[in-house]
């Protein structure tokens, strides 16, 4: 199993610029959450959907949405990147009532 | 609003040197504990869930333990394998885990 799998690893953008973070999952959870992460600042929920057709905000949404486009598949998108969204940025999923999160490798994005 | 705080921030030992790590948290309705381990370029992997004050978890050389406070990640004889960022989570009415920053772990031979 591939787990939880993010697109692309790795991504410049200049400011203004769009672009859609892909994460797919293979273990029929029903929730998928997204964080930032940045340094000294721990991991940060940006958004997370519960269950397929619903999302909803986490700490940090501000700049970003999200589609939860079926039960395996959750992307985030910056409409207008800014350099403040300059960070690591990581899909997870989670069966059922448990606490353990799945994560993917990550996606690091650079704002100039 | 939840928080989670971790101390130290870094933690240098020599293999062999046991040590902990602590997670102090504040929450309404304490759901569950997480501590999760990463390593560098990677996301991070689940390693405890603790439920209520007194439970404890072990799993070779860590163990975890929790009070209505605090847990605390204990690192028995640690090898160099073990050096990794130690990430402590909570969980209240639903499961969006709130993080704390970590504790990284550098382990000497």
């Known amino acids: 199993n591939a787990g939880v799998t993010q697109t692309p690893k790795f991504q410049v953008l200049k400011t203004g610029q769009s672009m859609t973070l892909q994460c797919a999952q293979d273990?029929?959870?029903?929730?998928m959450y997204w964080y930032r992460q940045d340094p000294g600042m721990g991991l940060r929920l940006i958004y997370y959907?519960?269950?397929?057709?619903?999302?909803d905000k986490g700490e940090v949404p501000n700049g970003y949405n999200v589609s939860r486009l079926n039960k395996r598949e959750f992307s985030l998108r910056l409409e207008s990147a800014a350099p403040s969204q300059t960070s690591v940025y990581f899909c997870?999923?989670?069966?059922?009532?448990?606490?353990?999160?799945?994560f993917g490798e990550g996606s690091r994005l650079t704002v100039l | 609003e939840d928080q989670v705080t971790q101390s130290p921030e870094a933690l240098r030992l020599q293999e062999g040197e046991s040590s902990s790590l602590n997670c102090s948290y504040t929450?309404?309705?304490?759901?569950?504990l997480f501590w999760y381990r990463q390593d560098p370029g990677k996301g991070p992997e689940f390693l405890f869930t603790?439920?209520?004050a007194g439970e404890e978890k072990e799993k070779e050389r860590l163990k975890a333990t929790l009070t209505k406070k605090e847990s605390f990640l204990h690192i028995t004889a640690p090898k160099p394998e073990d050096s990794a960022t130690y990430l402590c989570?909570?969980?209240?009415?639903?499961?969006?885990?709130?993080f704390g920053a970590g504790t990284t772990v550098t382990v000497r031979a």
């Open positions: 929450v309404s309705g304490l759901r569950g």
């Open positions: 603790l439920y209520s």
């Open positions: 997870a999923s989670i069966p059922t009532n448990t606490g353990e999160l799945f």
């Open positions: 273990m029929n959870h029903n929730s």
């Open positions: 989570a909570v969980s209240t009415n639903d499961y969006k885990l709130s």
């Open positions: 959907s519960a269950s397929e057709g619903t999302t």
